[in-house]
């Protein structure tokens, strides 16, 4: 039996009705489930006094009506581009948001001893002051727009 045939008109209905499904969930869950209404594309550059923040640092902001989040990664030179839901569209509105510094670097058994017994230093904080990641107490708001939008965000001290 090599090579089944589907000539059987039974054998093609079974079969299309096993493969309509399939390719409908497929469609169905390959696109982006953002709420219906406007959308627009954020980028912009996040600098620290002046600096651009480090590479590794990450900048999310929250959609006030729906509470859903886009986040962007900081790349070299302090530039992101926000996503939400791992698409480049967002929705329109107002967000408020939170800028965070990269993760710390995680410490060996034997760097930590080093560090108690005063022979290694204690690792550096991060170069974004945490008060910025406080999406709720840190003022930062930006309205999106329609459309294509750049917000540059510059944190001081």
């Known amino acids: 039996m090599s090579g089944q ?11 299309l009705l096993v493969v309509i499904p399939v390719a409908f969930l ?12 406007p959308t627009g594309t954020l980028t912009g550059k996040v600098t620290y ?3 651009p923040a480090p590479a590794g640092s990450s900048i999310s ?3 006030d009506e729906t509470g859903l989040s886009a986040v962007g990664l900081i790349e070299e030179g302090g530039v992101y581009v926000a996503k939400m ?8 509105g107002k ?13 060996s058994d034997d760097d930590m001893a080093a560090m108690y017994e005063g022979k290694a230093d204690a ?3 991060s170069a974004i002051p945490a008060k910025y990641a406080d999406v709720d107490n840190n003022g930062l708001t930006f309205e999106v727009k329609e459309g294509e939008n750049t917000y540059d965000v510059d944190l001081k001290d």
């Open 26 to 37: 497929l469609t169905a869950c390959s696109k982006s489930a953002l709420p219906a209404g």
């Open 5 to 15: 045939s589907f000539s059987s008109p039974w054998s093609r209905v079974a079969l």
């Open 61 to 63: 902001l929250m959609h």
């Open 95 to 107: 967000y408020h948001v939170a800028v965070a510094g990269p993760p710390a670097a995680e410490m």
């Open 49 to 51: 006094n002046g600096a």
């Open 123 to 125: 690792p550096t904080a």
């Open 85 to 92: 839901q791992g698409q480049p569209n967002i929705l329109a």
